[in-house]
């Protein structure tokens, strides 16, 4: 046997080993960057809608103070149109 061929083979090995490991990492890290990316975008628009509703429970207490079990009450503040009341209102 050519002890050359083999260490050329046995390079070669490595060498495929070496590049298959480094594109597995790669490939975890763009992964991990998309779901981070992901979360990050899904907790601004929870922390958008969380301001919104306590801005309007806010309003809410304020109106419920003003008015009190004698007087007329008036409509209700109306919440505001970017705020998703979908899931109560089914």
């Given at each position: 046997?050519?002890?050359?061929?083999?260490?050329?083979?046995?390079?070669?090995?490595?060498?495929?080993?070496?590049?298959?490991?480094?594109?597995?990492?790669?490939?975890?890290?763009?992964?991990?960057?998309?779901?981070?990316?992901?979360l990050r975008q899904d907790l601004d628009?929870?922390?958008?809608q969380r301001k919104l509703l306590t801005?309007?429970?806010?309003?809410?207490?304020?109106?419920?103070?003003?008015?009190?079990?004698?007087?007329?009450?008036?409509?209700?503040?109306?919440?505001?149109?970017?705020?998703?009341?979908?899931?109560?209102?089914?």
């Amino acid at each position: 046997m050519d002890v050359g061929a083999l260490v050329g083979g046995a390079v070669a090995l490595v060498v495929g080993l070496l590049s298959w490991t480094q594109s597995r990492a790669t490939n975890r890290r763009s992964d991990f960057k998309e779901i981070t990316d992901q979360l990050r975008q899904d907790l601004d628009a929870e922390r958008t809608q969380r301001k919104l509703l306590t801005s309007y429970v806010v309003d809410l207490w304020r109106w419920a103070k003003l008015v009190g079990p004698d007087t007329p009450a008036g409509p209700a503040p109306e919440p505001p149109q970017e705020l998703d009341l979908t899931p109560w209102r089914q």
